[in-house]
C-alpha cells in the first residue's frame, strides 16, 4: 500500500451558505500570468461529514454548466451520507452547496465520473460493490436566475452491461461526444479486472441521451453488450488505468492507459499504450491496434495523469521516467509528437497525478499537478499551478504537497482547469483552480 503522509493544509473558515473561500499563492516563471489560481483547500463538511471521491485518475469531477441561457457555473459532486452537488459561480475561488431534494439518496459512495450534454442533463457513472454492478444515474439541474438551484433525479441504479468486478479497483470515463451526423452521444469506458486478465478496458455507448434502462447501452458498434478494447495479464487494474478523449475533427477517440502512482511508481515491464477508435458509421466506431509509447527506464515508470480533446488534436498530460512532466499530442491523421510543449516540471523519476486544460484556440494550457521523487513521500514532495500562454509556463507551488489518492480533472471549461485532490486517508476532496490569462503576443 502507499505510504502514509501529511495531512491536506488546515479547515479554512466557511460562511453562513456553506461557502468556501480560498486563496491564491506565488509563484514564478516567464509566462503571462494567469486571470486567477487558488490553493487547494478541502470543501466544509456536510451532512455531518467530509465530501468524498474514490480513488481519482484524471476522471472528469468537475463540470462546466452547460445548460442553456445559465450563468456557466462550475459543479461537481460528492458524497458523505448521500450525494450532493457543490459548485463555483466565481471558476474555483469559492464553492458553495445544493442539497439533493427532500434529501433523496442518488447513487452510491463510489460515484466515478461526470458529463453534462448540451440540453444539460447530467450524467454519471457509479461503483455499487454490493452489487457488483457499475451504475447509471441522470440529473436535471434546476435554476433560478441562472444558477443552480437544485436538481431533479430523472433515473438511477441502470446497470451497465459488460459484468465488472467490483471487488477491486474499477475507474471510469464518460464523454458527451460527437457522432458521424453531428448529434451527441453518451460514450463511457470502465477499467477493472476479470480472470485471466488483470486489466481490461470495456468501452460502450448508450443508444439515446435519456436512457432508462440496461438494454439502452450497447457496444461501439452497436450490438448489444460491451466493448472490449483491451485486456491483459501483464497489467493490473490497481497499478493501472485508462481513460479517452475525442478529438472533434475527425470524431476519432483516442483511449490512452498505462502505469498510476499506485506502489510511488515502482518499476514495472508496462508501458504507456495509445488505441484509435474510428467512427464506422451512425454511433459507431472501429477499434484500431494499441500503440506501445513509453517504457520504464531502470529507475520509474511512466505515469498517464489525465487525456484531453480539442478540435484538432488529443492532448495526453504524463509522467516521462526521464523528461518529468510531458504534455504530448496526436492529430487527426494519427502523427503522434511528443512534448509539444516545453515541460514546466522536467524533473526525472516523478511520481504522482496532474490534470490539464486546453483552450478552444489550442494554444494556451492550464494544469495542476503533484509529484514526489521516486524515493517516497517526503523527499521533493511539489505541488503546482502552471499557466502556458503559447510561449512560456508561468508556475506557482501549491502549499499542500505529499502523496494522495490522485486528482480528478475537469470536462467543458477551455478557460481553466479545477483538479479535485483525494485525502490518503479520508479520501476527502480538496480543490484547487487556475484560470484565464492573456495569450503570448
Not at 493544509?9 to 486567477?36: D, F, I, Y
Not at 476522471?59 to 445559465?70: A, C, H, V, Y
Not at 461526444?177 to 488483470?198: C, I, R
Not at 498517464?304 to 499530442?329: A, E, K, M, N
Amino acid at each position: 500500500m502507499k505510504a502514509s503522509v501529511a495531512v491536506l493544509a488546515s479547515w479554512l473558515s466557511s460562511c453562513a451558505t456553506g461557502c468556501l473561500q480560498v486563496t491564491s499563492c506565488e509563484g514564478g516563471g516567464t509566462g503571462n500570468r494567469p486571470e486567477g489560481r487558488v490553493a487547494f483547500a478541502p470543501l466544509p463538511a456536510r451532512g455531518g461529514g467530509a465530501l468524498t471521491n474514490p480513488w481519482s485518475n484524471g476522471e472528469p469531477r468537475i463540470l462546466k454548466d452547460r445548460s442553456p441561457g445559465t450563468a456557466g457555473e462550475l459543479f461537481g459532486f460528492g458524497w458523505s451520507d448521500k450525494l450532493y452537488l457543490f459548485k463555483s459561480a466565481d471558476r474555483g475561488g469559492s464553492w458553495t452547496f445544493v442539497d439533493p431534494p427532500g434529501g433523496e439518496v442518488v447513487g452510491t459512495s463510489q460515484p466515478l465520473c461526470a458529463a453534462q450534454d448540451s440540453p444539460g442533463q447530467v450524467h454519471l457513472l457509479f461503483k455499487n460493490g454490493p452489487a457488483g454492478r457499475v451504475e447509471y444515474a441522470r440529473l436535471a439541474p434546476i435554476h433560478d436566475q441562472g444558477a443552480i438551484s437544485s436538481f431533479r433525479v430523472e433515473v438511477q441504479g441502470v446497470e451497465l452491461p459488460g459484468g465488472y468486478n467490483t471487488n477491486g479497483d474499477v475507474r471510469a470515463t464518460l464523454q458527451v461526444v460527437l457522432e458521424q451526423s453531428g448529434g451527441e452521444s453518451l460514450v463511457f469506458e470502465v477499467n477493472d479486472n476479470s480472470a485471466p486478465a488483470t486489466f481490461r478496458v470495456q468501452m460502450g455507448q448508450a443508444t439515446t441521451l435519456r436512457p432508462a434502462a440496461s438494454g439502452d447501452f450497447v457496444s461501439l458498434s452497436g450490438a448489444p453488450g460491451t466493448t472490449e478494447v483491451f485486456s491483459s495479464a501483464e497489467f493490473n487494474n490497481h497499478d493501472h488505468a485508462a481513460t479517452f478523449a475525442q478529438l472533434r475533427e475527425t470524431g476519432d477517440l483516442w483511449v490512452f492507459w498505462g502505469p498510476v502512482d499506485a506502489e510511488l511508481g515502482a518499476q514495472d515491464d508496462t508501458y504507456t499504450t495509445r488505441l484509435r477508435l474510428s467512427p464506422s458509421g451512425p454511433r459507431a466506431w472501429s477499434v484500431g491496434a494499441p500503440v506501445q509509447m513509453v517504457t520504464s527506464d531502470a529507475v520509474a515508470s511512466p505515469e498517464v495523469l489525465s487525456v484531453f480533446g480539442t478540435r484538432r488534436f488529443v492532448w495526453l498530460l504524463y509522467l516521462d521516467p526521464r523528461d518529468g512532466l510531458s504534455i504530448d499530442r496526436v492529430d487527426g491523421s494519427g502523427t503522434y509528437r511528443h512534448a509539444v510543449v516545453r515541460s514546466p516540471d522536467p524533473a526525472p523519476h516523478r511520481n504522482g497525478w496532474g490534470v490539464l486544460s486546453v483552450s478552444d484556440d489550442e494554444t494556451r494550457l492550464w494544469a495542476i499537478w503533484s509529484t514526489l521523487s521516486r524515493e517516497g513521500p517526503g523527499v521533493q514532495d511539489r505541488t503546482m499551478q502552471g499557466y502556458f500562454d503559447g510561449a512560456a509556463w508561468a508556475t506557482f507551488e501549491d502549499p499542500v504537497a505529499g502523496d494522495c489518492w490522485g486528482m480528478g480533472g475537469t470536462l467543458g471549461w477551455s478557460e481553466g482547469v479545477v483538479a479535485t485532490r483525494v485525502d490518503e486517508e479520508t479520501f476527502g476532496i480538496a480543490l484547487s483552480a487556475i484560470h484565464g490569462g492573456e495569450p503570448a503576443r
